[in-house]
């Protein structure tokens, strides 16, 4: 009974956030299926943006309805525009290189996001998480330097490109939408970057779908995994803050890196491995004592 009561009040409440990390890292891994299957960024883009976008409308009709005035809803939508370019960039980076390096060079976003966040003014960054983040940045350099197939450029700078605009998106929240209903904000931020994507389809008039049964299996499973993860950051939010569901989601590239490994045959090296190790800590400690 002591044991279960301890888990309870310990393991529980994480549940949530690890749930998150875990379906954004099975996302990750499902894309690169898609994307080998024939379909492309765009397609793809759109099609998991449709299906979140019924997913926060059904989710909007339960509960206390929320309401947010044209200042809240004008800033999302924008926040909605450079979301679209976040998300555009990490998958282009997945379709180039590997899940692995693609995740990880994304996940650079916590160390930009708190040193522009000190950078502007918002948070200041102790000589710690200077230190982590060198050690991050080192840790990915060695990680990249040592691929044993050579490395696209363009896929670790569509992944750089996309931890850009996932600091752009946080210090903007961060700045300007403190206090505002984040299902509300998640709407209007995806009803904007939902038709950036659906514009840019019709204006190249592309529409390609994956090739095989498989592919478009994974293609809903991927979108339903990333709609999925919505609701839970948003639950492990409201259980732990967002100070410690950030930690969680360090998961993601975690989960990404192993099921590479098991679904898609893509095996680091050591040395790979060892770049990865340190910039998972240097992450998880900047986070700590910035």
Known sequence: MHSW????RT?????PGIAAGTALGISDVLSKIVLADGGDVLTMLSFRSIVGLAFVATWLRFGPKPSADPRVRFIA?????LFAGLIFCLFKAIEAIDVPTAILSYFTYPLLTGLSAAVV???PVRWKGVVCAIAAFCGLALMIGAHPAGLAVAGVAYALGAACCRTGVLIATRAYLVGADARLTTWYS?????AVFIAVSLAKQTWNMPQTNVGVACLVAMSLATT????FVFVSTMRIGPFRTALIMNLEPLTAMILSALVLGQIITPIQGLGSAVMLAALVAFQLWR
Not at 77 to 81: A, F, P, R, V
């Open 5 to 8: 009561l301890l888990a309870s």
């Open 11 to 15: 393991i529980f409440p994480l549940a």
């Open 77 to 81: 939508m924008g926040i909605g525009i």
């Open 121 to 123: 003014g918002l948070e």
């Open 190 to 194: 995806m009803l904007s970057s939902t």
């Open 228 to 231: 999925v993860s919505i609701l």
